[in-house]
């Protein structure tokens, strides 16, 4: 037997069956919304990990394409490695819910969530959030939840809660808010140019929804939750932090850590650990804590000059964003480039331009989305922060980076009809101290402007941070925070936008949550130094995108021709439309609609082309004067080629006004003549004449 809980959330219904399946995991719950089906389950091993001095958390998002009624494409029918739709999933999951695991929890705990079947209209996506959250507060797992999540659409200046399918192809927002029971704990949204007021409504709005899922999910607990399994500690113990600061005092600690330096600062650090090491060489106990605690050190250390004595690491003033430097077409032959450095995070992005046919395929459960124009990808070298490692390939930040910012420049792109090119942007990661996701925004906005890409606006961003005392009135907000206040502070509060708006957030903490204050303080902050950014810095590098494309940019010619035609353009097995790209060297594309795309560097090629796809979708009428070349010659006349696969008859009468005995004595093969069309003859045929051209 098993148990089934209900609700009715954002009209329609949602089921949650505790005990039907994966009875041996620690916690599971299969969830339906709607007719969407996923399988939730949260296990944890019985001892911590041995040497790690972080909780080992891994959560897992899988998507079966028979969940679609789909076989996955290609050659391999087996799912490969994880989509970028399914990453980013995983890491929506995991910000809420890390915070809430105990600090000195050590054992490794895995978070599964299987998608079974899809409702477009209600998203697995979230169900997976809601999913995961209750499979860990049922389970004897430690976990301070529960949490629920919702999503908030803004469909005619009205909020949508859990929209459908229908209801996000129009929505101007796509916010995403997980809470607890009193405060904010997850914020991430793509907007249109969302007001800052209504973007905290709308957060809020969905935090109201969210105390009712959780009043749901306390019933499923009452019934059906298991006492949480002692644990053992792995917190340092507090004699060693009193050992710690007979050695090396509190201003001694100050002292190593206030710099703006990265690498003083870690060789302050670094020269702080070694004095320990010599005084504990005796006591292997603590040796094996030392690391853990001279950050936990340094962690106190900086807390409590912020927040108590206003002083930031690098001696910044608590709203005072690092220098800046913004600068574009640093980089030759590319299609456009931009460059911006905040402080030592340096970002360099490249943009490029292709004919829409490049744009990217995809293969996911989302049967909306099936093609992506725009794509923005990020890296992050090791170099960029002083270390060596080889690279693999973009991991899970990489590529939830890559998103972030391409998700906040999505709402300023010209539409496909405006600006007929697939684009890319990659932001090249040449040093790293805070923010590189934000500096990639800044970076990519002018780089697109370069290129030539009429964007609506220019779109910047910044990062804001938090500092928490032991009460929710006592924090601060810090404006543009780097690498070692993300570290040892509470949040990194990401913000994306324009003058008008927001365009996309991305909010990470580390404690149990935001309080309105904080979160209104926050977007306010980062306004402000979004403005100061766009019209002091990144405007007087570039101020507006360029009138064209670049030299090396592929130009691209738009015509449209009778959808009836389009067979014609193609011929038989692509023979026509190949002959047209061998002869011109362009690319065509061609939509079902009869949007013909003719794209290329050489503009002599691309006229060539548009002219022949003009004659062979154009019936030919009396009066018209065409050029075409001689391609077969027979005793009674000779056949001319006007465009790939188009062609027509001189008869021999036709050829001179004086008298021509063979073909021969006025053409030969190869030749490129005017001709007239002169209608059709008795039997129907297209007839052409050389002799009456001038007439």
């Not at 599964?112 to 860990?136: F, K, R, Y």
């Not at 293969?363 to 992050?380: I, P, S, V």
């Not at 609609?593 to 796809?613: H, L, N, R, Y």
Request: glycine content about 8%.
């Amino acid at each position: 037997m098993y148990k089934t809980f209900e609700m009715e959330l954002a009209g329609r219904t949602l089921r949650v069956d505790v005990g039907r399946v994966a009875k041996q995991a620690n916690g599971a719950v299969l969830m339906h919304y709607g007719d969407t089906t996923v399988l939730c389950t949260a296990t944890a091993s019985e001892k911590p990990r041995d040497g790690i001095d972080f909780f080992p958390l891994s959560v897992e998002y899988n998507e079966r394409m028979y969940a679609v009624g789909k076989i996955p494409g290609g050659f391999n029918k087996r799912e490969g490695k994880a989509s970028e739709n399914a990453i980013l999933t995983c890491r929506v999951i995991d910000r809420p819910m890390r915070p809430l695991f105990p600090k000195d929890y050590r054992n490794d705990v895995t978070l599964e969530n299987l998608v079974l079947s899809v409702d477009q209209d209600c998203s697995p996506e979230l169900t997976a959030m809601l999913g995961a959250a209750i499979a860990t507060t049922i389970s004897d797992i430690p976990f301070d939840g529960p949490i629920s999540t919702t999503q908030v659409g803004l469909v005619d200046g009205e909020f949508v809660f859990n929209p459908t399918a229908a209801q996000k192809a129009v929505s101007d927002m796509a916010l995403t808010v997980a809470s607890t029971r009193e405060k904010v704990i997850m914020i991430e949204a793509g907007a249109n140019e969302v007001p800052e007021q209504q973007m905290i409504d709308a957060i809020f709005a969905a935090h109201e929804l969210n105390q009712k899922v959780i009043a749901f999910i306390d019933t499923i607990v009452a019934e059906c939750g298991k006492p949480k399994h002692e644990y053992e500690s792995c917190a340092v113990p507090e004699e060693l932090f009193a050992a710690i600061k007979e050695i090396v005092t509190p201003e001694e600690m100050e002292v190593a850590v206030f710099s703006d330096d990265k690498q003083t600062r870690e060789e302050n650090i670094r020269a702080v650990t070694e004095k320990l090491e010599e005084a504990f060489a005796e006591n292997e106990e603590w040796l094996a804590v030392l690391p853990e605690a001279v950050y936990q050190y340094q962690k106190k250390t900086v807390r409590k000059m912020i927040l108590k004595d206003h002083k930031r690491p690098d001696g910044r003033k608590i709203d005072q964003i690092r220098p800046l430097a913004a600068e574009v077409d640093l980089i030759p032959r590319v299609h456009g480039s931009a460059m911006f450095t905040r402080g030592q995070t340096q970002i360099c992005n490249i943009c490029t331009l292709a004919p829409l046919s490049e744009a990217q395929k995809l293969d996911g459960l989302d049967e909306a989305e099936t093609t992506k124009r725009y794509m923005h990808h990020y890296n992050f070298p090791s170099y960029s922060v002083g270390e060596t490692k080889p690279s693999r390939g973009p991991g899970r930040r990489e590529i939830g980076h890559g998103a972030l910012a391409e998700r906040a420049l999505l709402p300023v792109l010209p539409s496909e009809a405006e600006f007929p090119y697939a684009i890319r942007t990659v932001s090249e990661t040449f040093e790293s101290n805070g923010s590189t996701s934000q500096a990639s925004v800044c970076a990519s906005s002018m780089s697109l402007m370069s290129a030539g890409v009429p964007i609506k606006a220019a779109v910047a961003g910044i990062s804001c941070g938090l500092v928490t005392g032991d009460t929710d009135d006592d924090y601060l907000v810090l404006t543009d925070i780097q690498g070692l206040e993300d570290f040892f502070g509470d949040m990194d509060f990401k913000v994306a936008g324009t003058h008008k708006g927001i365009t996309a957030i991305q909010m990470d903490i580390k404690i149990h949550g935001l309080t309105r204050p904080i979160i209104e303080e926050a977007i306010a902050k980062t306004r402000k130094a979004r403005l100061y950014i766009i019209d002091e810095v990144m405007n007087k590098a570039i101020d507006a995108p360029r009138a064209e494309v670049g030299e090396f940019a592929p130009k691209i010619i738009q015509m449209q021709i009778d959808p009836q035609k389009i067979g014609d353009v193609v011929g038989q097995r692509g023979k026509t439309i190949n002959a047209i790209i061998e002869q011109t060297g362009v690319k065509i594309d061609i939509t079902d609609d009869g949007a013909v795309s003719i794209c290329g560097t050489d503009a002599k090629g691309m006229e060539e082309a548009q002219k022949m796809i003009h004659i062979i979708v154009t019936d030919f009428e009396a009066g018209q004067v065409l050029e075409g070349k001689v391609v077969s010659i027979k005793d009674f006349g000779a056949f001319l080629e006007f465009a790939p696969g188009k062609e027509g008859m001189v008869h021999i009468s036709k050829l001179s006004k004086e008298r021509v005995n063979r073909v021969e004595d006025v053409l030969t093969l190869g030749d490129v003549v005017k001709v007239v069309c002169l209608g059709k003859d008795k039997m129907g045929r297209i007839s052409f004449s050389m002799k009456d051209v001038a007439e």
